[in-house]
């Protein structure tokens, strides 16, 4: 009888230990895939935005608002229509990557999400013709750092986060509005509140969505199932950094 019980305990540690393997792997995969989804944006936006613009008077077409002069390149991107186009194609694949990534092949949507990061890193190039690079940088750095904290904590806590993510995602809502409703009443006020409001609920929603992205996670999956909330993790944090790394700049961003 003793033997059977310490086969059972053997079975049911070496059961956990597999899908603690599976887990660290699973979520490595997330980090992976969501680091370079951020590399091929920053790797976009500065090269869209050395494409755009310029110093040599005599081949710009056009100026920013704050006076940098822009090629024929940049003058379509900030100062045509495109930029709506560009604004909004990222948002318009994110919702159809959501939506539609269970029909998807998981080479499919991996790709969907690639060119996700690239769309985004477009959409994001005009922050290098408002702030100086150093200032960019090193708000990234401190994203990061910041982030990975706060992904730590999420992944190692013993608490649901589960009432916390509820709260934050109601003030990201209220976030959105009051945005809105401040592009009408240019605000400064208004927007340095706004700007403390995101930076604390995208923090939160670093730490929550770990959570959850960790939680969906089983070892009965198969490998395309496995893979497909892979990717919808990744995007999650990916959209979680972006956002937190957007709010810290209007701070830390030392503008030209």
């Known amino acids: 009888?003793?033997?059977f019980r310490n086969y059972q305990a053997q079975r049911g540690a070496s059961s956990a230990e597999m899908i603690d393997q599976g887990l660290?792997?699973?979520m490595v995969k997330v980090y992976n895939l969501m680091a370079?989804?951020?590399?091929?944006t920053g790797v976009a936006a500065w090269a869209i935005s050395m494409l755009a613009t310029t110093t040599d008077p005599s081949m710009a077409v056009g100026q920013f608002g704050n006076g940098v002069m822009l090629t024929g390149l940049g003058a379509a991107l900030y100062g045509s229509p495109l930029k709506w186009v560009v604004m909004?194609?990222?948002?318009a694949l994110v919702f159809f990557l959501s939506f539609r990534i269970a029909s998807m092949s998981v080479s499919a949507a991996r790709t969907t999400f690639l060119v996700y990061a690239g769309l985004v890193g477009l959409s994001l190039s005009s922050i290098f013709l408002v702030y100086t690079g150093a200032s960019i940088v090193q708000t990234f750095f401190v994203t990061a750092a910041s982030f990975g904290a706060l992904s730590l904590y999420g992944y190692t806590t013993r608490r649901d986060l589960s009432a916390m993510g509820s709260f934050m995602i109601m003030g990201l809502f209220g976030i959105i509005i009051a945005s809105l409703v401040n592009i009408f009443l240019q605000s400064s006020a208004m927007a340095f509140a706004i700007s403390i409001l995101g930076v604390v609920i995208f923090a939160g929603l670093t730490a929550y969505d770990t959570q959850k992205i960790k939680e969906i996670y089983l070892d009965s999956d198969g490998y395309d199932t496995a893979s497909r909330k892979a990717i919808m993790g990744a995007l999650t944090l990916y959209l979680d950094f972006i956002n937190l790394f957007l709010f810290l700049l209007r701070f830390m961003g030392d503008r030209r």
């Open 88 to 91: 909004l194609a990222p948002v």
């Open 24 to 26: 660290r792997a699973y």
């Open 1 to 3: 009888m003793s033997d």
């Open 36 to 40: 370079l989804g951020l590399a091929i």
